[in-house]
């Protein structure tokens, strides 16, 4: 069964830096999503893109974040000078045309030191 | 914006047992309710969904049953088994997997043997 896949499984990474999470979306989907879940908390939507552009994002996802899809396979979420509190689980999802749910990859861990 | 309660936040069942899992949403405009099982390590993976023209889908030992006019749905697992032992999430958007998923706070299940 096709999946989204993710990497890196662990990103660690000194506070003020800069992270690009990367994301292998379902081959035939064209809707791409970012959400993130702090450590015990909710799932929360950061960005929804499609057609090469978002489509919608939430109040967390300020000028710190970017996302891209650079060529027909890979998305990817770009956080410029990282924070503490920006440590959390990332996780892309994808879903395609019509009645087509959203799948989830495995996620990246984020730790800012 | 779209709130989602979820309840409860830890539910523990012996082994055979039924499993019932709460959510109530406040956007009346919601009408795709997903539910995501999260194990250790994993990202959230879909089990079920409904949409809001249909008041109860069941899915072998899986059933979703969904109350538009109180705006709450559930989550019933019969026969748990061990291997149902995970977080579950709910989760509401306004259309069929090309809008946000608001997401739940969560439910722990763990089935006792």
């Not at chain 1, 300020?62 to 396979?73: C, I, K, L």
């Not at chain 2, 959230?44 to 899915?59: A, F, W």
């Amino acid at each position: 069964e096709p999946e989204v896949t993710q990497t890196p499984s662990h990103q660690v990474t000194q506070m003020g830096q800069e992270v690009i999470l990367r994301c292998v979306p379902i081959s035939n989907h064209l809707y791409f999503y970012w959400y993130r879940q702090i450590l015990g908390q909710k799932v929360e939507f950061l960005v929804s893109f499609y057609n090469n552009e978002i489509s919608e994002k939430s109040e967390i996802f300020d000028d710190q974040f970017s996302v891209e899809r650079p060529d027909g396979s890979n998305f990817t979420l770009k956080i410029r000078s990282t924070k503490l509190e920006d440590s959390a689980m990332y996780f892309c999802a994808s879903s395609g045309t019509g009645v087509q749910p959203q799948h989830f990859g495995d996620g990246t861990r984020l730790s800012i030191l | 914006g779209e709130n989602v309660e979820q309840h409860p936040s830890t539910l523990s069942v012996q082994e055979g047992d039924s499993a019932v899992i709460k959510c109530t949403y406040s956007d009346s405009a919601s009408n795709y309710f997903p539910w995501y099982k999260q194990e250790l390590g994993k990202g959230p993976q879909l089990i079920i969904d409904i949409r809001s023209n249909v008041g109860e889908k069941k899915d072998q030992r899986i059933a979703v049953t969904l109350n538009k006019t109180a705006k709450h749905f559930s989550l019933h697992i019969t026969e748990t088994q061990p291997e149902d032992s995970a977080v579950y999430f709910c989760a509401a958007s306004k259309d069929f997997g090309n809008e946000k998923l608001t997401f739940g706070t969560g439910t722990r299940l763990t089935i006792i043997p």
